[in-house]
């Protein structure tokens, strides 16, 4: 007579996600935008969020409220060309992508092993 397979646990999907825009510098959080729940973040929507960092580099980093760069990633919302109009309008100028993304190596797993075995349980909590 075979014995049953053990029981193995599995870790469940959560059941609400949430994605944020997070624009940071060396000081810390610059401005963040969380988006609406099952929404795509699309060039008009980028486009919004990008006007509203901007007036906000302007009140809480005034000293390079007229220098500062935005790192993109090569995010279809982020390369369109509207969003390429928008930031020579204003002069904001994006640095190239570098060949190793940094940031993929340093910053996310230290924000997973943060929030890893965390459950907000509400939208309300996750922010």
């Not at 929404?39 to 580099?57: A, E, G, P, S």
């Not at 009140?59 to 509207?82: D, E, F």
Request: proline share 7%; aromatic share 10%.
């Amino acid at each position: 007579m075979q014995t049953p397979r053990p029981n193995k646990a599995r870790m469940s999907k959560f059941k609400i996600k949430l994605m944020l825009i997070c624009f940071f510098d060396s000081q810390g959080i610059v401005h963040k935008e969380f988006v609406l729940q099952g929404q795509t973040v699309n060039q008009t929507i980028y486009r919004d969020v990008l006007v509203i960092h901007r007036k906000r580099v302007a009140r809480v980093r005034p000293g390079i409220a007229r220098t500062w760069m935005l790192y993109n990633n090569n995010a279809p919302c982020r390369t369109a060309v509207s969003i390429n109009e928008f930031l020579s309008e204003d002069s904001i100028h994006p640095v190239p992508e570098p060949p190793i993304r940094r940031i993929n190596f340093f910053l996310f797993p230290k924000l997973k092993n943060h929030l890893k075995g965390r459950h907000f349980g509400t939208l309300d909590n996750i922010q």
